[in-house]
């Protein structure tokens, strides 16, 4: 079993910053491949970004390329999400997620089992 546990979120106005944290706990020899998601107000969960092969390999939405940067910290078994020149489109709920092993795509909803509960992302025009 793993534990996801983001921090980070909050309101911003459009162009600026922010760093999400998810700090993985429990049986971390599941979390290699690790993610965040987000999900607007009646849109489906979406792949922004995800990290894996020990944190050499990243794949990123087209829509945050050049703005989002993934991280591991695999000491602190801790992946952060910078978010620079943040949009009011960006607006959404930020979830981490954790899988042992992906048989497609790294930013499908449907290859991860472990997810955490989230932190909100507001940004303003």
């Known amino acids: 079993q793993v534990q996801l546990e983001e921090s980070g979120g909050g309101s911003v106005q459009a162009g600026g910053s922010l760093r999400l944290s998810c700090a993985a706990s429990g049986y971390t020899a599941s979390t290699n491949f690790m993610a965040w998601f987000r999900q607007a107000p009646g849109k489906e969960r979406e792949g922004v970004a995800a990290?894996?092969?020990?944190?050499?390999?990243?794949n990123y939405a087209d829509s945050v390329k050049g703005r989002f940067t993934i991280s591991r910290d695999n000491a602190k078994n801790t992946v952060y999400l910078q978010m620079n020149n943040l949009k009011p489109e960006d607006t959404a709920m930020y979830y981490c997620?954790?899988?042992?092993?992906?048989?497609?795509?790294?930013?499908?909803?449907?290859?991860?089992?472990?997810w955490g509960q989230g932190t909100q992302v507001t940004v303003s025009s």
């Open positions: 997620a954790a899988a042992s092993w992906v048989a497609g795509g790294p930013l499908m909803v449907r290859w991860y089992s472990y």
């Open positions: 990290i894996y092969d020990g944190g050499i390999s990243t």
